[in-house]
């Protein structure tokens, strides 16, 4: 009796003979020095593993820059960083004397009672460098390098926003607590979209992924994104999660997101997104040690113009840790419950003067 294999057999042969033709390839090519592109078992490019944008390159070019530094400036700008930072990591003086009452006078950590100790900060120490080029900012379009102007509704709606809030305190009201303070979500635009390096530290992501999911997470604050692959089922336009409803599909070897619903309090740059911004990423392995990261931000409501930029992920051989934010969130029962103790004091004092 003849045999005549099933079609299922058939597509088990096809497939094993054509991993085993990419397995043959790869060897040869690595046998002769070449890099190869790393596979999952569907054939695309792997992205996995633990990667980092921090960088010293500006989000924004100054305007009399050019668009790449000269071999001679990065070296200068980065020498310039490394020297720095030793001098800031040097041991604290045990005799300094103590800060003064209200902090130093500078903003962030450092404004208080001394913040961090430099030890700790991990800003960057490199030049981005894009395509072989220096960069002298992430953004790349517009060509200029810099943010495109507001729209009339963006400042009218930001003007609204600040006259409400300048009716209290910035930590008068559990609703106007700022989201870092309370370790929501990564501080500036760490978890994206777009991922932004934040330039203070752990500017580090490790990414997961499957044929029907990719999951990126971010050190800071342990933000996680799920991004789900193949035909997008968009959420209603009034569910608008934490780093908003993303999808993803492949186009040749590149990863291309697309996310919309962005969640309201999720700012850039103080500038909350409509509900028609739409955020395009695309990640390109280039090499062993380097993702090729793209965005395009598209908010007509709020932007004269899509933005976008381009950043160097580079692998990061290290491990990532959970970042211990002090979860001001969970303090908050705490905190109101020491307001409203105020309020009885203040209370009780106005009573006894009557």
């Given at each position: 009796m003849r045999y005549t294999p099933s079609i299922l057999a058939v597509f088990l042969m096809v497939g094993i003979t054509g991993l085993f033709s990419q397995v043959t390839a790869q060897v040869q090519a690595r046998a002769a020095g070449q890099w190869v592109m790393p596979r999952t078992a569907d054939g695309h490019p792997d992205l996995q593993g633990n990667w980092t944008n921090a960088t010293i390159t500006p989000i924004q070019r100054r305007r009399d820059q050019d668009a790449v530094y000269s071999p001679e400036e990065a070296l200068r700008l980065e020498g310039g960083r490394a020297a720095r930072t030793e001098a800031l990591n040097q041991p604290s003086d045990p005799d300094r004397k103590a800060p003064p009452v209200g902090g130093d006078g500078s903003t962030g950590a450092a404004g208080g009672v001394g913040g961090y100790n430099y030890f700790w900060i991990d800003a960057g120490s490199k030049v981005a460098k894009f395509n072989g080029e220096l960069r002298t900012s992430l953004i790349v379009d517009p060509p200029d390098g810099r943010y495109p102007s507001r729209t009339d509704a963006a400042?009218?709606?930001?003007?609204?926003?600040?006259?409400?809030?300048?009716?209290?305190?910035?930590?008068?009201?559990?609703?106007?607590?700022?989201?870092?303070?309370?370790?929501?979500?990564?501080?500036?635009?760490?978890?994206?979209?777009?991922?932004?390096?934040?330039?203070?530290?752990?500017?580090?992501?490790?990414?997961?992924?499957?044929?029907?999911?990719?999951?990126?997470?971010?050190?800071?604050?342990?933000?996680?994104?799920?991004?789900?692959?193949?035909?997008?089922?968009?959420?209603?336009?009034?569910?608008?999660?934490?780093?908003?409803?993303?999808?993803?599909?492949?186009?040749?070897?590149?990863?291309?997101?697309?996310?919309?619903?962005?969640?309201?309090?999720?700012?850039?740059?103080?500038?909350?997104?409509?509900?028609?911004?739409?955020?395009?990423?695309?990640?390109?392995?280039?090499?062993?040690?380097?993702?090729?990261?793209?965005?395009?931000?598209?908010?007509?409501?709020?932007?004269?113009?899509?933005?976008?930029?381009?950043?160097?992920?580079?692998?990061?051989?290290?491990?990532?840790?959970?970042?211990?934010?002090?979860?001001?969130?969970?303090?908050?029962?705490?905190?109101?419950?020491g307001a409203r103790y105020q309020e009885r004091q203040r209370e009780r004092t106005q009573f006894e003067q009557r």
């Open positions: 400042r009218q709606r930001m003007s609204e926003a600040s006259q409400f809030r300048r009716q209290f305190g910035q930590y008068d009201n559990p609703e106007n607590r700022p989201l870092a303070e309370r370790c929501i979500v990564s501080f500036g635009s760490n978890a994206g979209p777009p991922m932004l390096p934040n330039y203070f530290y752990n500017n580090n992501y490790t990414i997961v992924q499957t044929h029907d999911h990719i999951m990126i997470m971010t050190e800071m604050v342990h933000d996680v994104r799920i991004i789900r692959m193949g035909t997008p089922k968009p959420l209603p336009k009034n569910v608008r999660p934490w780093f908003g409803d993303s999808w993803g599909h492949w186009e040749g070897d590149t990863l291309v997101v697309e996310t919309t619903n962005i969640y309201p309090l999720q700012t850039f740059r103080g500038i909350p997104p409509s509900e028609h911004l739409k955020v395009i990423e695309r990640f390109t392995r280039a090499d062993e040690e380097t993702i090729l990261y793209e965005f395009t931000v598209d908010d007509p409501t709020m932007y004269t113009e899509p933005w976008g930029g381009e950043i160097p992920f580079q692998a990061f051989d290290d491990m990532l840790y959970e970042y211990s934010c002090h979860e001001g969130n969970y303090a908050l029962t705490n905190i109101l419950s």
